[in-house]
């Protein structure tokens, strides 16, 4: 069993610090908001008052932060992770974020003569407690292999994508593909309204045609069709808008800097800026039918 430190206990972290304390790690945590650890500590955790008191130590440290910013703030400068890790140690960044800023951090960590992955998930908050997420995974192949245990005690499925920053990179093209095709699938059932046509007919039809995809089958965003698809409870997330318009705007920002032409990803990053900002950042990115049939 190894020492793990444990930084980022929000939505996301908690439960996947949870599994790893479960699986009879030992676990530092630490969090800016300190009494998320208190669940962690009730199940054997110990609560570190600092970063540094995490790293020490460790043999790996996990971080599950919001964003680009709050990594290069974990990471970098003086007492950063980079700087205080035990040699030897691996880190693994969870978070999704910027492929530049990933790239960065693990050029700075190869530098100092430490190992860094970058590992964003899919599968969600339910994906985290039931660890059963999908890790994107971008490094060496000796420090991926390294990671797979530890990853494989919060995951189901880890794939290795390629060098540094290319889980980063997956994670990305595959929520750009996502957020296209929600909005794709939404315009369609509007249409279908318009025309006359049923809810259950246009699915019925599609899922078995061209039209099929994940957010038609899995996560239909009309009532009925898919019974757990959080169109049958209100649009409660589920994915929020506002984690949807975060990754279309990694996605937007990495095709500028790198001039890749996506323009439908660009206009579901604008559609999605304007649903969140009209209220409803906290609701299931699926809820942005409701926008497209009151337009
Ligand atoms: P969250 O806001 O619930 O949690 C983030 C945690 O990080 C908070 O507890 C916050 O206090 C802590 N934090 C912020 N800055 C810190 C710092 N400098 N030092 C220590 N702790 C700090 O977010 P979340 O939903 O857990 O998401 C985390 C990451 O996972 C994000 O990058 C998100 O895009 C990604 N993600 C989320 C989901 C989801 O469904 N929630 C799904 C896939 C990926």
């Known amino acids: 069993m190894a020492r793990i430190g444990f930084i980022g206990l ?5 439960p996947m610090a949870l599994n790893l304390v479960r699986a009879g790690h030992a676990l530092t945590v630490f969090d800016l908001t300190p009494d998320r650890t208190g669940k962690l500590v009730a199940e054997g955790a110990i609560a570190s008052e600092t970063p540094q008191g995490v790293a020490e130590g460790a043999e790996v440290i996990i971080t599950m932060l919001p964003a680009g910013r709050e990594v290069r703030a974990v990471y970098g400068g003086t ?3 980079v700087e205080v890790a035990e040699p030897g140690a691996l880190l693994i960044d969870c978070s999704t974020i910027d492929v530049a800023t990933a790239r960065e951090m693990a050029a700075a960590a190869a530098e100092a003569g430490i190992a860094m992955i970058d590992a964003p998930v899919s599968g969600g908050v339910g994906g985290a407690e039931a660890g059963t997420l999908t890790f994107m995974v971008g490094g060496t192949p000796d420090d991926v292999m390294r990671a797979q245990p530890i990853l494989a005690a919060m995951g189901r499925s880890i794939v ?5 920053g290319a889980g980063q990179a997956a994670k990305i093209c595959n929520n750009m593909i996502l957020g296209i095709s929600m909005i794709g699938v939404a315009e369609a059932f509007v249409l279908a309204e318009k025309l ?6 246009l699915f019925d039809i599609a899922s078995a045609s061209s039209g099929q995809c994940w957010s038609l089958t ?3 965003p009309v009532p009925g069709p898919v019974p757990t698809s959080p169109a049958n409870r209100g649009y409660a997330p589920g994915f929020t808008a506002a984690m949807m318009l975060k ?3 990694l996605a937007r920002g990495a095709a500028e800097a790198n001039g890749a032409h996506a323009e439908l990803g660009a206009v579901a990053a604008a559609l999605y800026r304007r649903f969140a900002e009209g209220g409803d950042a906290g609701v299931d990115f699926s809820g942005i039918i409701r926008m497209i049939r009151g337009a």
Do not use: I, P, R, V
């Open 247 to 249: 990754d279309l705007e």
């Open 160 to 164: 290795h994508a390629g060098e540094a």
């Open 79 to 81: 007492g950063g992770l």
């Open 218 to 220: 899995t996560y239909c």
């Open 196 to 201: 006359g046509l049923s809810h259950q007919a």
């Open 10 to 14: 929000g939505n996301m972290g908690a």
